[in-house]
């Protein structure tokens, strides 16, 4: 039996790795659909050959599933066999001498500076109460100003706000921790957030009885935070105020912001890896790709003698 195969490399690769909780969702997700597509198919994990990886991956390419996607999956199922050949599960690799489609090379979007200086205003105005008003804003300013991820900002703990910090303690992905400062706006936003949240838990305690949350931005659903996807549909509404394309406009388009300015400000390249908590600083460089591709434009579009070639 094969069933248990999945949650042993989970709980092994948690252990070994300190995965992040989103990343072993991810990988739980994609050797289910591998294994459901095995057992339709009459196989099972332990009899797969490299003949049904790959042919399992052509059905993806045919289902149209983005190139990001498709080396994803395959990235989790390399990854599984190689667990189950070194532990012993089975004698041989399948997946070893697979090749992935590899990525995308789309650069990721970005906003200029004068859209995001409109998201921001239009979050302290975007709301049904002033609560509401002020998280907004907190919520805008602390993305930009950090390049948080989105997971980063709404499981942040009310204790790693406390005391008007110039500097805020960020638990990132495999539980790793770094420090990004922030600027004068956001320290304001959050002074005036943190003021009126806590006047807020202390009057529901007093109703109810309950203890305060311990989440900066807390929310009475099951996760006791703003979810990600709440705070995605909130940051399309803020651009709809703000006059700016929602189609442009998600949680991650203003870290792609925040580490694009950095750049075109004069920051350095390992300097931006810190703040973004990459692990790779090839994974950074992508932002030069976009400085690159900005100032060509620049170029093309304002250069007396483009102008002529183009007319």
């Known amino acids: 039996m094969t069933t248990h195969w999945i949650s042993t490399f989970l709980d092994a690769h948690a252990a070994e790795l300190n995965a992040a909780r989103n990343t072993q969702l991810a990988y739980g997700r994609d050797l289910s659909d ?7 198919k009459g196989s099972d994990l332990a009899k797969a050959n490299k003949e049904e990886i790959e042919a399992y991956l052509t059905g993806l390419e045919a289902a149209g599933l983005a190139r ?15 667990f189950a050949y070194e532990d ?8 070893d001498l697979i ?6 090379k789309s650069l990721p979007k970005t906003l200029s500076e004068a859209e995001v200086d409109h998201l921001l205003t239009a979050a302290e105005t975007h709301g049904r109460s002033p609560g509401d008003r002020l998280r907004n804003a907190a919520m805008m300013q602390l993305l930009y100003a950090t390049g948080m991820r989105v ?13 008007d910090p110039a500097l805020l303690l960020i638990r990132g992905k495999g539980d790793k ?10 320290r304001a936003a959050l002074a005036a957030w943190l003021d009126h949240r806590d006047a807020e838990e202390a009057r529901k305690g007093a109703e109810t009885g309950t203890p305060p949350s311990r989440f900066l931005f807390p929310s009475r659903g099951k996760s006791g935070h703003m979810t990600r996807a709440r705070f995605y549909l909130l940051v399309k509404d803020i651009a709809v105020a703000a006059g700016v394309s929602p189609a442009k406009v998600t949680p991650h388009t203003l870290r792609h912001a925040f580490a694009t300015h950095l750049l075109a400000g004069g920051a350095d390249l390992r300097s931006i890896q810190t703040l973004l908590g990459h ?7 992508i932002y030069t790709h976009i400085l690159d591709e900005r100032l060509k434009s620049l170029v093309l579009d304002h250069h007396p003698l483009a102008r002529e070639e183009n007319g």
């Open 279 to 285: 692990a790779d600083i090839s994974t950074t460089e």
């Open 151 to 163: 997971s980063e900002l709404v499981t942040l703990p009310v204790a790693a706000a406390r005391g």
């Open 34 to 40: 591998f294994e459901a597509y095995l057992t339709a």
């Open 99 to 104: 090749k992935g489609p590899g990525r995308d």
């Open 68 to 82: 990001a996607t498709r080396a994803r999956r395959l990235s989790s199922i390399k990854q599984f066999y190689r």
């Open 88 to 95: 012993g599960l089975r004698a041989d690799n399948p997946a």
């Open 177 to 186: 921790e770094r420090m990004v400062p922030l600027s004068p706006p956001a």
